[in-house]
């Protein structure tokens, strides 16, 4: 399975934005599609992830609350709603995959879309 980020922007904080990511492949049901950011000069975070199956989700404690994360089965994308961003939520956004649910071990990488939020 290959993951690919897109629709990252350019947003106003206190705004709003979608980005996607785009699976080529089947995607078993035991599968967990998690997103992370990368901000210039800190470590990648763990933003959210949704198991494809069930749809059970998992935010990070930065994010909780303003981001929600869905997966569309027919169209094989996720998607990281975000709100309310702040300036501090700029970073490259990333999607990844893993067997099972958890903020770690995540494999797939695919190229990151940019999110910059102006204060």
């Known amino acids: 399975v290959q993951l690919q980020a897109y629709g990252g922007g350019l947003v106003q904080a206190g705004g709003s934005l979608s980005v996607s990511c785009a699976a080529s492949?089947?995607?078993?049901?035991?599968?967990?599609v998690g997103w992370f950011r990368q901000a210039p000069g800190k470590e990648r975070e763990f933003v959210a992830a949704v198991m494809w199956g069930g749809g059970a989700t998992l935010y990070g404690d930065s994010v909780k609350g303003r981001f929600a994360i869905s997966r569309d089965k027919a169209k094989n994308t996720v998607y990281l709603q975000m709100n309310r961003l702040k300036p501090e939520d700029t970073a490259v956004y990333y999607c990844?995959?893993?067997?099972?649910?958890?903020?770690?071990?995540?494999?797939?990488w695919g190229q990151g879309t940019q999110v910059t939020v102006s204060s």
């Open positions: 492949g089947r995607i078993l049901p035991n599968t967990a």
């Open positions: 990844a995959g893993r067997y099972n649910l958890d903020k770690v071990g995540y494999g797939y």
